[in-house]
């Protein structure tokens, strides 16, 4: 309730990590940037965020043995702040940091988003380098004892010590001064470490302290759902499952996140389904590739997403956008889930099938989403008594994703549906 | 959404179980019926329940080594449906269970409701006594592997098996034919059993084809949080701890269990904080005694149900009520936020206190409830930032325990609560 | 070291379970005592033990649905006594019990044993039948919550009470009677119950009051290491794995359960690898079959039984034994090192090999034990410093399984092993 | 069997970590050594060890914040080895290491030990330092997510990688240049990390080629019993507890695991009950003072260790030690055990009282030791049964600690114990 009420409606944007992983450019965030400022910008899209390891040089060189160099050079100011490597964001040169980069992106009407890491730099800790508005040094507020299971870059920091705060105010008071309007801090959001209840509140007060209003989003999934609460009252929107790629059981463990979570979506903070892993996908990971999901997983990814109303984060490369694709991430009618929907609630769901119904904010129209999870086509009876009605007789259908329109004749609803694939009515 | 929504706000009642434990009797269930007809139904209270179980004999004779006797008599008809005991229900005798005192209790203007254990009499599967309705015989579909951790009597059943979902529609339609509005289903909630999930939907569908409206009641909680949407599909209520007594922990517990539930609490689905032990408790424990909580931890438990929305059933002898704790449960203004508050929410919750807020369905009324959860007197500030305000000054509040009114002057609100001790505010 | 040392090496005999499951009887085992006592008694064989539920009526006749009839009808006397089921064993009748069966074996020079449930029968506790030496009936030292989590017929007696020794001491003077000399006791080595403990203990005691020297096995694994001390102070053998069966994977995960044991094995107190599945198996199971497990593979079993000095129980039944399989079962040589080796110990073991060694017990005997543990034929190189030699040059060695004799000329031991084999070396 | 049999039985010594935690220097360990070879070294005393963080400046500075100062100053070579920090090891510089300080321990017919963490210094992984023998550096070698719980000093090494075997190697190597004779080495005996099994083999390794025998002593415990054959393979002790101090619960617990790990205590290798909290005790924790222990408990504690044959490493300042404590550790028939006796067996155990057997390796002897773990004084009763004798009358006994002799008169043992003492008699 306290929480600074920046966004009335999930997030939509793009992320580099599908794509580019650990190797992204200044090119490539302008160049996706362009793409999404003359293509999706009308639809809604506008963050473009800058994922892990912007501060690394030489990442992605040792990618045979590490995804994350350890004990490598990364770009640090004197105040145990990570900067932009200079080598791939060449404007970021003499102390701007990400602004120009920032400025580029805000003058095409986008957002500007970094991924960090919870932490401080451990090489901050080891070279006990100074921090910004306090007297204490990097190894004095660094826990030797806290550090990422999956990634070498950063020791946690040490709540109660001070020194802790102020070194997150100084890093989100640079990120303002940068035009930072979205923050997405990883080791965080599945509360491995035991401080990090603590490190969220401390990442929610920099913020609020900062003067900027910027989106805060909690990685690595699956988060806690007994710490639900936490979650509503400090950040903006945290991720519900571990990562989630372009494979049909992770859609499928989705619905179970959906189920457990729906009760949790509410303005301004927002379970996080993770990025979609369509289009052009793997290229930094040495593994380029189109998705591997169907187009009718891509429809009930999308489906759900929506009406479950999650934020919506593309994975793959704009540029590479084909045609089907953006016409995936471009419908109107069910992007507008997003914003105008509300009260998602699943109302059955077994391990061939799937409803979720929903309805829109003002007036009388309702959504209900017939997911078919079988590996066959399969006719879906839906019974009205589900959505408490006696009978669907008479009642004019609009499937979103096809545009058809259709009066029920039949007490039931009667849906055929492809393997993996979904329909979404409005009525 | 397809459940039968019978209640449109928390059930409030009286149950057997705190002052009589096994022992109670036709007369004790009268007379408890005679004093809240005639001082507080106009209240709200209406449910009169028989807890655990009626159909024994000798229950609580061997109190000094058993709760529950095991390998006992119990009364039972040829169909493996446990009888009111008729030593102790005189009026059940000839068949007539609790229909007499079903209908006693109608008379009275108030509604009947019965615990009953998850399965199927022991001594039936042994028996091989029959099942009404199939040709299947009570070993057939007993699970000599599902027992209760702590009650002796029952054999859970089998769901795949034919003569299961009949035998659960048997007990249902005798409970029917008897007038009971009320079911409290022990051995349940917590999911002890694999099979527990499937014999919570047979007895939500036994109730539904019984033709008669009945509360579904789940018991011992902790109910699971993941498991939510099933609770909330299959039930009427369902309990969030274990049993709660007499002691301040367990109320320092439930707060938060309070949080972990707050999203869950819906028309026609309450997560259920257990009985109230005010008053007189523990006869039939032998050790009768007059609540251990003091006032103010009295006051405290009763505004965190009546905000939280959780059911209320007394757990003392109504007849021994004294005067103070007679007030305590007959405070209008409190209990009617059961019925007419909505969106309850936790604000803050640290070691030392708790604030929540919550809204009337209609109209502008607000109700910001403040908790002192230390061992002392404290004066605790509320920020108008917690409820989106800039200021408090000139809000009028009304305190509904005191009754007393005042406008406030400062921008916070300041307020005295004694240890352990509530304040429940509307403006 | 209170125990009665009655065995002095590992037991080596027959049991009825692999073959006949619940369904064996009188005519079987005297069939196989007849086959014993012709032709293996003279290599050491000498046990006939007759496995689980021989107290049933229709044991069997219901597989499709159930090993074990749960709520059936068992032989019963009138202190609560399971009796042979007279269908089965028509000898027991009026009262006999086994003891005409095992006057029959022991006659044939072999010894009986029987396999028995911990607790006292279901049925006994809820019909209140007496125990012989008590006033306490079976309802009052029975706990309704100690069951078998996969046999229906026993409730777990309660510790404590009056009564509980009584039984057990009961049932041993009833079996001593018989003329048993193996008890092999199921549900309880794994320490399931949390009675299980106490009631081993009560078990060693009512043998040691019986008069009678009786082996008490313990069944099923895998046994607690942590809980060895116990073991050996109260049992004679004792189950290290679940119920093995012929295939690969449960013997390669025993040489895991070996390496834990190997310090454990003593004069009277033996770690149990289980039944040796070979020859004709299952037919009780409705899968009666040549065992799955190459002669490779059985040869590997056979020797590491042996090295290690665990019991040797034969699975399959002795009458249909093809002439391989009984050589298997009756090389002299290597059955001695049940008798008189001793400090086996395991010197290596990965993924591909594993090699144990021991000693005589008297003079200068040594064994060298090399299994293949690779999927394909290996040749195998064993360093002498592993038994703290310089150098095999000069050794005699015997292979005990071909009886082939060499005078090693290397440095090394090199052995080609087929897949899944093993030699034994004396030498 | 091919690990170095340099130890014949438990070693015994003196080691700093009890008195002097992080801080102790060269001077308190050549006068902690002048005082083992004056009064000690008669009796089997040896070994002086130099406990952790010997290679850090500044050790003990900050106690009241951290035990082990994080990110601080080490001295270490330019091949990643750590060195003895010259300000408190003078003898040490100009790379001398502790070869001076080794020579004046031999010098007085001692033997010298210290202590090292598993891994290489995370300092000289963040500065990509040389490693002796390969062209690796230790970045490449050193795991970033491989950390100790409660030291910050270092990181594991990968086991597979290239480096890692030369970098243990380069240690050991240049430990028996300076003349160790014993190294306990920490944060791995436990197995906290995926890699420990593995790097113990890697130290086993290392020592075995480095050309001097060295003692591998393992911490902290309690070791894993499951591991049992791993530890006795590559090491020559190993903890069975988390770190012992003087408190007689911790003693009670040191029953439990003495009972596990009995059989496990051989020739070359010895599981380690930890140092002996006697005397003057935590200055270097700023708690200085003389053990908590009674000296009744004391006793038990010295024959527990004695009877079991645990190493006994000194934990109290030997030059501070009294007249009693000295008259404890100096018990020559008791300490004869150490060496002496074998076959050491737990008879019983309860809640209030324990008794060992064990036997002299040659000829009759015997022992037989009484533990009185009640809180008041016992008269305990040996059945002669137990050491399968049928009586005790006639039978002379030799209390060690006493001194006392006498003759049983009857068929039981009786002996009367204080609180928390012991017995141990030869017979």
Chains 1, 2, 3, 4 share one sequence.
């Not at 990618?63 to 350890?70: A, S, V």
Request: net charge negative; hydrophobic share 35%; glycine share 6%.
């Amino acid at each position: 309730m306290n929480k600074n009420f920046l966004i009335s409606s999930p997030p939509m944007g793009w992320n580099s990590y599908d794509y580019y992983d650990t190797t992204v450019n200044e090119d490539n965030i302008k160049a996706n940037a362009d793409y999404m400022a003359a293509n999706l910008k009308e639809y809604g899209w506008e963050y473009i965020v800058v994922d892990i390891e912007w501060y690394s040089y030489d990442a992605g060189t040792q990618r045979d043995k590490h995804q994350y160099i350890p004990f490598w050079r990364v770009e640090m100011d004197e105040y145990s702040r990570l900067l932009p490597c200079p080598e791939r964001f060449p404007s970021s040169a003499n102390g701007q940091g990400f602004k120009p980069l920032a400025d580029y992106v805000h003058s095409l009407g986008l957002k500007f988003g970094i991924h960090i890491m919870r932490g401080i730099p451990r090489i901050a800790a080891h070279n006990h380098t100074k921090i910004l508005g306090t007297d204490k040094t990097a190894n004095e507020i660094a826990s030797p004892y806290s550090i990422c299971s999956w990634n070498p870059d950063m020791y946690g920091v040490i709540p109660e010590d001070e020194g802790s705060q102020e070194y997150y105010n100084s890093i989100m008071n640079l990120y303002a001064e940068w035009g930072v309007d979205f923050i997405k801090c990883d080791d965080i959001c599945r509360m491995d470490a035991a401080s990090s209840k603590k490190e969220i509140e401390m990442l929610h007060k920099a913020i609020q302290q900062c003067g900027r209003p910027m989106v805060l989003s909690l990685s690595p999934g699956p988060a806690r759902i007994e710490e639900a609460w936490h979650y509503e009252k400090y950040a903006d929107m945290w991720r519900i499952t571990d990562d989630f790629w372009d494979d049909w059981r992770l859609v499928l463990n989705m619905f179970e996140r959906c189920e457990l979570w729906q009760n949790h979506v509410d303005k301004g903070g927002y379970p996080d389904c993770d990025m979609l892993p369509v289009g052009m996908l793997g290229k930094g990971f040495a593994d380029e590739h189109m998705t591997h999901l169907t187009r009718d997983e891509q429809i009930t990814m999308m489906t759900l997403w929506c009406v479950f109303r999650s934020p919506l984060m593309i994975g793959g490369e704009l540029t590479l956008l084909d045609e089907w694709t953006e016409k995936l991430l471009t419908n109107s009618e069910v992007l507008s889930l997003l914003t105008f929907s509300h009260n998602a609630r699943q109302l059955v769901r077994d391990s061939v099938h799937c409803v979720w119904y929903s309805e829109h904010k003002v007036g009388d129209c309702k959504y209900l989403t017939v997911f078919n999870l079988a590996d066959e086509e399969r006719v879906i009876k839906v019974s009205p008594t589900i959505v408490n009605k006696e009978t669907f007789v008479g009642l004019k259908f609009k499937e979103l994703w096809t545009k058809e329109t259709f009066t029920c004749e039949n007490e039931e609803l009667s849906v055929k549906i492809p393997a993996h694939g979904a329909k979404l009515y409005k009525y």
